[in-house]
Each structure stands twice: as structure tokens, then as C-alpha cells.
């Protein structure tokens, strides 16, 4: 079966950086355009960034655009995210999806990975 599986989260402070993975299996992964999304304490599951299937584009909300890099790479299934520059506002759970369609219906989600930043 597809899985998603992220990891790197942890507890880091304001200003550091941390690099998120999102290893996946079961799926033809070079057909697949992946998202990361977070989601904070009471707060909706919000989309932080998406790469293409190739990974020759990438889109980042407005909050994290350039202090955060998508990349992937199709050898290893696994998509990353580069998170510099953290803010305690970056606290949330992070989620990796993937999506084959191009309309933003994601088909499979990860389990997601903590990541707190202290001020």
C-alpha cells in the first residue's frame, strides 16, 4: 500500500533551521506532485508548499516564501523541506500529501512530524 512517511521534526530555536523528509513507497512517485502542509494547535491544516512531479516547480504560501525550499528527488521517493530562519509562529505538525491530478485533491497523506520552534 502507498505510504508516506516524514521525519526530521523536532524542538529547535527561533532562527535555526531544520530539514523535514517525506519518504514515500507504494506509488509510481515521479508521477506524483507533493505538498507540505502544517497545522498548529487549533488552527486549520494549512498548505505550506508544493513541488512538482519533477521537481522543476515549486510554490510556497506567502508566510514561509524564502525562508523555506521544496526539493526532491525521484531516485530516493523523497521529497524535502528546508526550513530556515524558524519562527515560533512555524509551530505546528508537518505533513507531507501527494497528488497525481494537477488540481490540488491530494490522494495520500503522512502521518506528520512535530516541529516546535522556542522563542
Known amino acids: 500500500q502507498v505510504q508516506l512517511v516524514e521525519s526530521g521534526g523536532g524542538l529547535v530555536q527561533a532562527g535555526g533551521s531544520l530539514r523535514l523528509s517525506c519518504a514515500a513507497s507504494?506509488?509510481?512517485?515521479?508521477?506524483?506532485?507533493i505538498g507540505w502542509f502544517r497545522q498548529a494547535p487549533g488552527k486549520e491544516r494549512d498548505l505550506v508548499g508544493v513541488?512538482?512531479?519533477?521537481?522543476?516547480?515549486?510554490y510556497y504560501a506567502d508566510s514561509v516564501k524564502g525562508r523555506f525550499t521544496i526539493s526532491r528527488d525521484n531516485a530516493k521517493n523523497t521529497v524535502y523541506l528546508q526550513m530556515n530562519s524558524l519562527k515560533p509562529e512555524d509551530t505546528a505538525v508537518y505533513y507531507c500529501?501527494?497528488?497525481?491530478?494537477?488540481?490540488?485533491?491530494?490522494?495520500?497523506w503522512g502521518q506528520g512530524t512535530q516541529v516546535t520552534v522556542s522563542s
Open positions: 500529501a501527494a497528488e497525481e491530478s494537477g488540481r490540488g485533491v491530494y490522494d495520500y
Open positions: 513541488v512538482s512531479w519533477s521537481g522543476g516547480s515549486t
Open positions: 507504494g506509488l509510481t512517485f515521479g508521477n506524483y506532485h
